[in-house]
C-alpha cells in the first residue's frame, strides 16, 4: 500500500480531482458557517451517505476513531474548565461542572474537527495521488510544486522501509529498542538521527535522476493520466453551491427562531463520545490482554 | 574525421573538495552503435566521467572543469542536464532511489511526459519499453514492489522511452544477483539491436568483454588503455599492473602460454578461446 488511497469503483471514486478538492474546501466553509453544534452535527450526519457511496464506511471509520478522541478530549477539557461558562447543564464527582457555554463552545469545535475530517478523509481516500497532481497542474500549479506533493505520498513508504533497516541494524548494536517507554524515547536519536541522513541523501541523489528525466526542461509537459470534468462534476458543483446558498440563508435569517441546541443535546453528544471512545478503549485493552496471553502460550 | 556519438578532448575536472583533480586530461571518443566499458579501480574517476558526458557534472555537481565534450556534435557545456536527456539516457547503481511515482506506467511515463510527449504516444511507448526489460503486465503495481533486478530494469525502461540515442549505465547490476545482472546485460544486447550507442561502468570484465565494442580503463583519473575490447583485454601485463584483470579465459590462455611455452592467441569469450584452444592442439 502506497498512499491513503482505496481503490473504488464509485461515484466519488470518479469525481474529478478538482471538483473534490473544491468539496473540501465548501465543507471546511460549511462548517465554519454554521458554527452550532446542532448544525455541524447535521453535516456531520449529511456527509456520511458520501461516505457510503463511496464505499468507505470501514475505512472510514477506523480513521475517523482517532479524530474522536481529540473531540472527546476537547469536549470534556473545555466544558468544565473554559472560562467563558457560565450556566451550569449538569454536574459530575467532585464539583466538576459542565457549563452550557462552554460546552457549546466545545462542541462546535470538535465537531468541526469531525466535519473537516470526514471531508478530508473522503478526499483523500478516492483521490489518486498522480490525478491529484495532475489536476494541480491544470489549475497552473507550478509542476514542481505538484511533484512535492505527489512525492510526499511516495516517500513515506521509502522512509518506512529505511526505518525498519536502521532499526535492525541499530538492535544489531545492542541498542534496546524493545524496553520500556523512557527507554525507547532515548532510542529515538540513534534511530532518527541516521533516518534522516539516509533519507536526505536518497532525495538528494532523486534529484539527479529527476534531472536526467528532464524534470526542469522547459517548456509544456504532458501527463499521463487523464482527468476530466464531466457532467456528473457538474451536478456535484451545483449541488454544493445549493447547499452553501441554503446554509448562508439559514445563517442570516433562520437563526434567530431556529434553536437546535438544547442542554439535552449538548449532554447526549458528550455522553455518546465518551461511550464510543470508552468501547475503543475497552477494545484496545482487550487486545492488549488477548495479545500478551497469546504471548504466554 | 566524422562526427561521433561521444567525443571528449581532454577534460579535466575537480571536485571543491579534492586536492588534485580527479579526471585528468582525458580524450577519447566513441562512434555510433558502439558501445564502450568503462573499467578502472573504486575511486577512479569512473562515475565522475560518465556524469560529465551529460552535463550532470558540473552543471548539478558542481566542481571546475576544462576541456571540451562533446555528445552528437553538440557542445555539453552549452546546453543543460534536461535538455541533453532527450539525447543521453543515464542509469544509476541503486535501484530504488531512481523511482519516484506510484505505479510502473507512471515511472515510464514521467520523463516522457517532461519531454513533452503526446498522452497517445506514450502508451505505445509504454508499451514498447516495458517488452524491451520484460516486464509486460505490470503496469499498474508499484516500482517498489519490484525485486531489485526488476527495478533495475525499470529504471532502464523509463530512461529507453524516453528514446535517447546514447544511453549511459553506471554499476548498473552492482546491486544485483547473477540472474538480477543477467537480466541488465540482455537488455543492454537489445540496445546494440536498437543501434543505441551506450557506456556501461562494471567491474566485471567478462560481461564488459562479451558485451562492449571499446574498452576504457581508468585509474587515477587517466586514461591508462582505450581501445577495441581486443586490444585492451590481451595486454595483460599492463592490465595486472592496475590491479585489474582481464576475463578469466584470457587469463588462462595467458597462463598457458606461460607454462608451457604455448603460442596461442589470446581471446577474450570463451567461444573464441575454445577455437583458438581447439586449433592450437590439432
Ligand atoms: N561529490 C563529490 N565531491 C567530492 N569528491 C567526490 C565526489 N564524488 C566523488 N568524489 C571523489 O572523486 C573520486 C572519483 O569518484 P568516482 O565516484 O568517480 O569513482 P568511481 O570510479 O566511480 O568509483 P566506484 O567504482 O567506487 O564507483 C573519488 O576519490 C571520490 O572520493
Ligand atoms: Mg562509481
Redesign the interface.
Known sequence: MNSLYMPKDSLIHSLDPRTKMIFVAFVVASSFIMNDPALQLLLLVALFPLVVIAKLVKPYLISIQFLLLFAVLIMTVHGIYNPIGVTPVFEIFGGLTFKYESMVYASVMSFRILVIGTGAVLFVMTTHPSDMASALVKWKVPHSFAFILLSTFQIIPIIAREAKIVMEAQQARCLDVKGNIIQRVKNLVPMFAPLFIITFMKVHQLSYVLECRAFSRKGNKTSLRETNIGSLDYSFLLGMLAVLVFEIYLKLFMMGSLQLTTDALLTYSLIGTWVVCGFMLIKFLFKRVQGKVGGVN | MAEQAIEVTNLTFEYPDTEEPVLKDISFSIDYGEILGIIGPTGAGKSTLAMCV?G?VPQ??NGEMEGDIKVKGMNVHES????M??HV??V?Q?P???L????I??EI???????????EE??GR?KDALSQVSLEGFEER?P?ALSGGQQQRLAIA??LA?RPTIMIMDEPTSMLDPKGKNEVYDVLKNLKAYGMTGIIIDHEVERIAAYCDKVLVLDGGEVQMFGTTEEVFTKIDRLHELTLHAPQVTEFLSQYNQQFDGKLDLATTVKKAVEVYESANK
Not at chain 2, 519516484?100 to 505505479?103: K, R, V, Y
Open positions: 551529460n550532470l548539478v555537481i543543460n542536464v534536461a535538455a536527456s532527450e539516457g543515464f544509476f541503486e530504488e532511489n531512481q519516484s511515482q506510484m505505479t506506467e507512471e511515463a514521467f520523463g516522457m511526459g517532461n519531454l513533452g510527449v503526446p498522452r506514450m502508451l509504454i508499484s517498489l523509463a530512461v524516453m
